[in-house]
Each structure stands twice: as C-alpha cells, then as structure tokens.
C-alpha cells in the first residue's frame, strides 16, 4: 500500500491562484505557475488539497 509523504494543505488557494494567474510556466500544456506546482507535488506522491477555490 503506498501512503503518500505528507498531504498540503493550501489554505486560501484562491488568493494564490489569483496572485499567479499571469504566471504562465508550461506554454505547451498551458499551466499556470500555480498548478505545474500542484501537478509537480502530486507526481512525487504528495497530496494537495486546495482550500479557499475550486480546485483544478
């Protein structure tokens, strides 16, 4: 069974989300600075949980 590391809790994501929305980091998949973190975390097992938003 694999457990992940740890889990985030990103409070307030939204304010995040919005402070880096013009941040654009993978041109060819269109993320955004904030979600090519949340995707990098979660290939290396860890568990984002995004507060305060919609999500992805």
């Keep these: ?3 992940s590391p740890f889990t985030l809790i990103w ?3 939204d ?3 919005q ?3 013009g941040d654009i980091w993978d041109t ?4 955004t600075y904030l979600e ?3 995707h990098l975390l979660e290939r ?6 995004l ?3 919609d999500g992805f």
């Design 28 to 31: 060819e998949k269109g993320l």
């Design 44 to 49: 290396f097992g860890v568990t984002v949980d």
């Design 15 to 17: 304010i995040a989300r």
């Design 11 to 13: 409070h307030q994501a």
């Design 51 to 53: 507060l305060g938003g």
């Design 36 to 38: 090519e973190i949340v």
């Design 1 to 3: 069974m694999f457990v």
């Design 19 to 21: 402070a880096l929305a």
